[in-house]
């Protein structure tokens, strides 16, 4: 005789997992998805899996939770153009020579999506010399020979072009182009440049002005050079100190408006040493009366009981005018530059303005009434009873900087 089981199947659904299980007696066998276990889970009840049923005798309307809105998050031309940029290259300031290769780097660094983004670069007339890219950074940059062909200031504009359209303001760097560069290294003797007094060339690729001894005096100059008179660059370094009693006197660079170069040596030879660092040319030559403009790294506080009186105690980087160290037409302390390491001075005039800067670091800011008038041009440095070396390694100036 053949018994017959009564066999019941329950299907539940937990979770991502769905379970059937058999029944024939006991014990039961559990199937999870193709895996087999003989423990059952918690497996919830017929009450706890059976759906929510509408019944059909239920007049009232099923509703749907309305979807939320949201205000568009798309910023407007506004938001997006005021974005923060700026200049990596070229510095506030920055001189060229005509026809040099400018570089321009500009940095967005809160953009979203900077790929999105490109920049049109323009020149003060709003002619578009080139429209560039960003990179992932928010990053982007232009070479260039065109925008230096003309000499004299120059304003290079950046123009942000958004995903919703250009923006109409941009943003400036103020640039000034020069048709005139000189540039001496000392490397090896030159033609054009002559030595004075204690002066020495060394090999090495340096000018020594004074050896550092008391009561020395000496200069190198130039008779061939002639630097035009408005805008200009002037760099050098430097390198002072090592002395005695202090340290003293200094060195300097001056441009002599001068109608005939070939006085030039006798007026170096007669001008003052000490505080005179070897400019001071004594009024009335007979050589020369006229405009000049000097860059002293004055080391020595000289008063009343000397030659002339300086501006401040300390030591210092001066502008002064007819070769006259008392005659300041701007200064500014600086009392570490005799420690005999390598300093780089630049001095850049622009129209009224003087800035002065110490290793790379603008120290100096001062508006005044600048009568350069162009000039030959000179290194001088001297001694006293207190002494230092004097050593120039390199000078470089931008003249003819004005249309």
């Known amino acids: ?57 239920d007049s009232s309307p099923s509703t749907s939770p309305e979807p939320k809105t949201t205000e568009s998050t798309i910023p407007s031309l506004n938001e997006l153009c005021a974005q923060q940029l700026h200049f990596v290259l070229p510095e506030t300031g920055d001189f060229f020579r005509q026809n040099d290769l400018l570089t321009a780097v500009l940095h967005a660094p809160n953009l979203i999506n900077p790929l999105d983004y490109s920049l049109l670069w323009e020149d003060d007339t709003g002619v578009i010399l080139s429209e560039s890219t960003f990179d992932e950074y928010g990053l982007t940059h232009f070479v260039d020979t065109e925008f230096t062909q003309a000499n004299g200031a120059a304003l290079l504009h950046a123009r942000l072009h958004t995903p919703e359209g250009m923006c109409p303001e941009t943003i400036i760097k103020p640039v000034t182009v020069c048709s005139k560069h000189l540039f001496e290294d000392f490397e090896q003797a030159s033609d054009i440049w002559s030595t004075s007094g204690d002066a020495t060339l060394h090999p090495e690729g340096w000018i020594e002005l004074t050896q550092n001894e008391q009561g020395r005096q000496g200069a190198y100059y130039n008779t061939e050079t002639w630097i035009q008179p408005g805008d200009m660059s002037i760099r050098m370094t430097i390198q002072t100190g090592n002395g005695i009693h202090g340290g003293a006197d200094g060195l300097a660079l001056t441009f002599l408006d001068l109608e005939n170069p070939e006085h030039l040596p006798s007026l170096i030879e007669n001008a003052l040493p000490g505080g005179g660092i070897g400019y001071a040319i004594a009024e009335g030559s007979e050589q020369w009366s006229g405009e000049a403009l000097t860059v002293e790294i004055d080391t020595f506080e000289n008063t009343g009981d000397y030659e002339h009186t300086d501006p401040t105690s300390s030591d210092h980087i001066g502008i002064t005018e007819r070769t006259n160290p008392e005659d300041h037409l701007a200064w500014v302390d600086t009392p570490d530059i005799a420690d005999f390491e390598t300093h780089n001075i ?26 350069f008038q162009g000039g030959y041009v000179f290194l001088s440095g001297s001694t006293g009873w207190a002494t230092n070396q004097h050593i120039v390694h390199d000078l470089e100036v931008f003249h003819g900087c004005n249309d």
């Open 1 to 57: 005789m053949s018994t017959f089981r009564t066999v019941l199947l329950s299907t539940f659904v937990v979770g991502p997992f769905s379970f059937t299980a058999c029944t024939a007696g006991t014990p039961m066998d559990l199937v999870v998805g193709n895996i087999q276990s003989e423990t059952p889970p918690n497996i919830p009840s017929i009450e706890e899996v059976t759906p929510n049923v509408v019944n059909p005798s």
């Open 346 to 371: 630049r001095v850049d005039i622009i129209q009224d303005n003087i800035h002065i800067y110490l290793d790379d670091t603008l120290i100096l800011k001062q508006q005044t009434n600048v009568q």
